[in-house]
């Protein structure tokens, strides 16, 4: 049967293989298949995350890590670093959860960058901050590095990052960086079914945890650290998913991490070059331009709905025609996951095709 081909940023596309992966029968969650099947991904998640902590797997998007981040390890402040839709609306959930919350917003399309968040930090105010490194809703990365560099002056604040859009896009090394929490949704540049969530929390963290009082029950970190001794899950996990993250880490394996990486940034570099060679702007500011998915200003005023209509017409695909406050004046084409240099250079093709219709 047909479908639309997705090339939005989320979810994306899922391979034949993946989704045959999806759809194994069902075992019992607290078998011993299970534990076997959970053991499994263990080694090729550390090597992901790389980490020699345990990744865990929850049953939920990755807003419900994000919540229980806060729950487990704010008990000041937490500084919620904003520059787009999704960062935005972390400050929202650290208020929703009880804790105090100070933003350090800027402007959409710009980075976060480590000396804005050290100047709030030098205050003492904070006991936690918040970061999405590659801010979806703008195509815009900030630079971890720089960041992870001021995170280690301050050990006792929580650095909690979503790569929700750039786990396995480039290398992201969970212990060398120093980060406490960090987590991923499948449905972006894992190119899995949506509805998981894959995340790594530091000893230190964990011992942070110990001291709270009000940690939740659905992401309680030490009842996950528990359970995974036993390679279990706190509560009734989407077995589904660990089938196809087992899938899904053989792909990686296969095709190397070196190579997925030089693979997505050559589709990032081609779909950036499409862009300014049609008149047309990149969103985020230079330098600081995602490597998943390419947010273009859409200074020639163009009527993307036409041309997001003529694709699936034509082509049974879909781009996305922007996010939140900046909806029709950009558009986004993602190149994250599964999606091959050839399949990238084909949907430009059919963009020129429908650029041409208007």
Known sequence: MSHTKLFIPGPVEVSAKTMAAF??????HRSKDFQNLYASIQPGLQKLFMTRQPV????????????????NLVAKKVLTCMNGAFSDKWYDVALK???????????????IRGAAIEEKLKTGEFDAVTLIHNETSTGTMSPIEEIAEVA?????VSFIVDVVSSLSVLPIDFDALGFDVLLAGTQKAL????????FSVSER???KAEKQKDRGYYIDFLEFRKNHESSMTPTTPSIAHFYALQSKLEDMEAEGVEARHARHLKNATITRAWAKNHGFELFP??????IGLTCVRNVRNVDIAKVISHLKANHHAVIDGGYGKIKG???RISHMGDESTANIEQLLGWLDEGLKSL
């Open 285 to 290: 500011d230079a330098g600081y331009e995602s």
């Open 152 to 156: 280690r002056r301050y050990p006792d």
């Open 23 to 28: 759809s194994k029968p069902m075992i019992g």
């Open 97 to 111: 959860a009880g804790k105090q919350a100070e933003k350090l917003q800027v402007e959409w399309g710009q980075p």
């Open 329 to 331: 004046t950009t558009f």
């Open 191 to 198: 190119a899995l079914p949506s509805g998981a969530s894959v």
């Open 56 to 71: 865990f797997v929850s049953t939920s998007s990755a807003w419900g890590v994000m919540e229980g981040a806060i729950r």
């Open 205 to 207: 963290a964990f011992a």
